[in-house]
């Protein structure tokens, strides 16, 4: 029996680098899946790509009848809603605060925090009346710290930690865990090619080499925590924040010779 025979789960973001993996993923453990995206070709051709148990449906994130929707959709495919990823998120070209427009500001915070925000609003009563489930946040390590020329993207970051506890406290009697991910610097697109503006990609400013696990992350190391913490397994894990970043937090690790 797979882990998710019998469960259907919403992924926002679905078309992207970390979300198409974690459909797949979920997919093959047996899940129906719901993709979530604005990009209606490309979620039309995964939805096709992997054939049964999957729906896909127009999510703009920042939309709250556009997140009802997508719930009722995912309902009434498959009767319920079990598990949902808030994986949607934009980065903001890279730019000192005093030369960040609010129209930027806005943009980002409006689709990496309203945009969970709502998700979650929009999810509990649906994962309630499937007397119970699980949410897990997408956020990163920038919202474990400060980097420069990226205020906007990490103070959204930063807000879904504090959401992310704040829904953990008052859904956990429900029934309904929630909890973050904080992925480092993962080799997807959003991190290796810029944002839209911009001329540099994140990973631009990060070199793997200093880390204790001398590599950029893959979309799978994701995935596979990521399952772990929408199982039955972690069915005692609420409000709680796993980072996974190959030691990018850590510091420079010790460079030794070998023999």
Same mark, same amino acid.
Request: hydrophobic share 45%; aromatic share 6%; net charge negative.
């Given at each position: ?21 974690? &459909? ?26 992997l054939?049964?148990?999957?729906? %896909? ?23 319920? $809603?079990?598990?949902? &990823? ?11 605060i ?12 409006? =689709? ?7 998700? $979650?609003? &929009?999810?509990?009563?649906? $994962? ?45 009697? +429900? ?5 973050? =991910?904080?992925?480092? &610097?993962?080799?997807?697109?959003? =991190? ?18 200093? %880390? ?20 039955? +397994? ?9 980072v ?16």
């Amino acid at each position: 029996m797979n882990r998710f025979d019998n469960q259907t789960v919403l992924v926002t973001g679905g078309t992207g680098g970390q979300g198409s993996s974690h &459909v797949r993923a979920f997919h093959a453990e047996g899940a129906n899946v719901v993709i979530g995206d604005i990009d209606a070709e490309r979620g039309a051709a995964l939805a096709d790509e992997l054939g049964t148990r999957v729906r %896909f449906t127009h999510l703009d994130v920042t939309d709250e009848s556009s997140w009802s929707a997508s719930v009722q959709a995912a309902e009434s495919a498959f009767g319920a $809603l079990n598990v949902l &990823v808030n994986n949607a998120g934009v980065q903001n070209p890279p730019a000192p605060i005093e030369n960040t427009d609010q129209a930027t500001w806005s943009r980002i915070l409006d =689709i990496n925090l309203t945009g969970t925000f709502l998700g $979650l609003k &929009v999810a509990a009563p649906a $994962l309630r009346r499937a007397a119970g489930g699980t949410i897990v946040n997408i956020a990163s390590t920038m919202s474990l710290g400060g980097t420069a020329h990226y205020a906007p993207y990490v103070a959204s970051k930063w807000a879904v930690r504090g959401l992310t506890r704040t829904a953990a406290l008052e859904l956990g009697r +429900d029934h309904i865990r929630v909890n973050t =991910i904080h992925p480092g &610097v993962i080799a997807t697109p959003f =991190i290796q090619e810029p944002a839209a503006g911009a001329t540099m990609a994140i990973a631009d400013f990060y070199s793997p080499d200093p %880390f204790a696990i001398p590599r950029l992350g893959e979309p799978t190391d994701v995935t596979r925590l990521l399952l772990f913490l929408t199982s039955s +397994d972690a069915s005692f894990i609420t409000g709680s924040e796993y980072v996974i970043d190959g030691g990018l937090l850590l510091g420079p690790a010790l460079q030794t010779e070998t023999a």
